[in-house]
């Protein structure tokens, strides 16, 4: 892969650099000091990925990954050293594009293959994404639905811009919205939490993480909070699990979307957002299949139009809608 680094500490760019050396296929393209610098550079020479830090002069990480999404979209990770400390700085990075967030490489610690390993690693995933690797096709079981379940449920599943997707998504949903809503958002575990404290702040429903063994809850947003894919059993409460271990994203939007098609009986809704890839895209299929309802965002409202993309394609969403118009056809549905 082409890949830029944008930072303005010296030893976090040759951090950076010896990380990034250990896969000999990837190569440093260019270097900035600071966001400006960034969007400039990009316009000359786009390349496959950045490495974006947040906190820098003249122009911060979030303004430039808005600026260059804008105008030379690329793959955008965001790379600091504080990920808690920073952590509304990237989620609204996110808003603009980023696909994800990841530690600055420690220099000098431990062995230093290990330290780069979570860096090469989200590398790697977006690697996939780009040269869209990924043609499986997808097939599940015949569908053998729980009796238990009679409330409405809302499956969603975003990626890149996907934060700011969901906050506009549930400030548009009212306190006495009656259906359960289950959300998986491609981002690290890590940060999980954080995200549900920000989405939490946003929305009239209460947001928390889903716990393993629980069932989805009426009126309340479950996001999926670790690195397992999280998938609806035939008895109607909700399980972590590693497998399949061959997804590039943990959790996978798939995995889920599958599940909801196959064990939930009560009225469901499948909603794709903003995102790089095609995770979703055929779980959402399944879903309006088993004859729910199943709608992607439009192409104009997306950060990234790529999961609804891929939706479309294959005929996967029933309604194709602005963002801003999904919360009420959703209070329309359950209302």
């Known amino acids: 892969m082409k890949i830029a680094i944008?930072?303005?500490?010296?030893?976090?760019?040759?951090?950076?650099?010896?990380?990034?050396?250990?896969?000999?296929?990837?190569?440093?393209?260019?270097?900035?000091?600071?966001?400006?610098?960034?969007?400039?550079?990009?316009?000359?020479?786009?390349?496959?990925?950045?490495?974006?830090?947040?906190?820098?002069?003249?122009?911060?990480?979030?303004?430039?990954?808005?600026?260059?999404?804008?105008?030379?979209?690329?793959?955008i990770v965001i790379v600091t050293v504080d990920r808690q400390q920073n952590v509304h700085r990237v989620f609204e990075a996110m808003g603009y594009g980023a696909l994800d967030v990841v530690d600055t490489p420690a220099l000098g610690a431990g062995n230093p293959k290990d330290a780069a390993a979570p860096l090469l690693r989200k590398i790697l995933n977006i690697d996939w994404l780009i040269g869209q690797r990924d043609s499986r096709v997808r097939t599940v079981a015949t569908p053998l639905r729980a009796s238990v379940q009679r409330q409405g449920l809302v499956a969603i599943g975003s990626s890149a811009g996907g934060?700011?997707?969901?906050?506009?998504?549930?400030?548009?949903?009212?306190?006495?919205?009656?259906?359960?809503?289950?959300?998986?958002?491609?981002?690290?575990?890590?940060?999980?939490?954080?995200?549900?404290?920000?989405?939490?702040?946003?929305?009239?429903?209460?947001v928390r993480l889903a716990r393993d063994g629980e069932p989805p809850e009426r009126g309340t947003v479950l996001l999926a909070g670790t690195n397992h894919h999280i998938r609806l059993l035939k008895n109607g409460s909700l399980a972590y699990t590693a497998e399949p271990v061959n997804e590039i994203y943990r959790p996978s939007i798939d995995v889920f979307f599958e599940s909801v098609a196959s064990y939930w009986?009560?009225?469901?809704?499948?909603?794709?957002?903003?995102?790089?890839?095609?995770?979703?895209?055929?779980?959402?299929?399944?879903?309006?299949?088993?004859?729910?309802?199943?709608?992607?965002?439009?192409?104009?409202?997306?950060?990234?139009y790529g999961m609804p993309k891929a939706a479309a394609a294959i005929d996967a969403a029933v309604e194709i809608r602005p963002l801003e118009k999904i919360a009420p056809r959703l209070i329309e549905v359950f209302g």
Request: glycine share 8%; hydrophobic share 55%; proline share 6%.
């Open 6 to 75: 944008v930072n303005d500490m010296p030893m976090a760019v040759e951090a950076l650099r010896r990380a990034i050396a250990f896969e000999p296929a990837h190569q440093v393209v260019w270097v900035a000091a600071n966001g400006a610098e960034a969007v400039e550079r990009c316009a000359q020479l786009t390349p496959d990925l950045i490495l974006m830090d947040l906190i820098m002069p003249v122009m911060d990480g979030v303004e430039a990954t808005r600026q260059i999404m804008a105008a030379t979209p690329c793959a």
């Open 163 to 206: 934060p700011a997707a969901l906050e506009v998504l549930l400030k548009g949903l009212p306190a006495s919205f009656p259906a359960a809503v289950v959300l998986v958002q491609h981002v690290d575990q890590v940060f999980a939490a954080g995200m549900a404290e920000w989405l939490a702040s946003a929305s009239g429903l209460p």
């Open 265 to 304: 009986s009560g009225d469901a809704v499948g909603v794709l957002l903003t995102g790089m890839g095609r995770d979703g895209a055929q779980g959402l299929k399944l879903m309006r299949q088993q004859g729910f309802l199943t709608i992607a965002q439009d192409q104009h409202s997306c950060a990234v």
